[in-house]
């Protein structure tokens, strides 16, 4: 089991994919793992996570904008944690 609280953020266009950022999260926590679920556009800083679940729908071939923002973002502070 991980002791380490990891943070889920999925971006989406529609919603659907949001849904199994949330199920995620959920799956963790069920787990004994404290996970939190947010928007991409509702993250400013990852500091206090151990680890990220980042994900998004695929559109033409490339993730969502606001997926690739945070990543582009906040990349450094994810940059040696488990992703």
């Known amino acids: 089991m991980l002791d380490d609280e990891p943070g889920a953020t999925v971006g989406s266009k529609h919603g659907s994919t949001a849904e199994i950022g949330r199920c995620i999260a959920a ?7 404290s996970a939190e679920f947010a928007e991409p556009d509702d993250v400013d800083d990852v500091s206090q996570y151990d680890g990220f679940v980042p994900a998004s729908a ?6 969502v904008r606001h997926a690739r923002h945070l990543v582009e973002r906040l990349g450094r502070q994810m940059a ?3 992703v």
């Open 58 to 63: 695929v559109h033409a071939g490339q993730w």
């Open 80 to 82: 040696g944690r488990p």
């Open 27 to 33: 799956v963790l926590e069920g787990r004994g793992v």
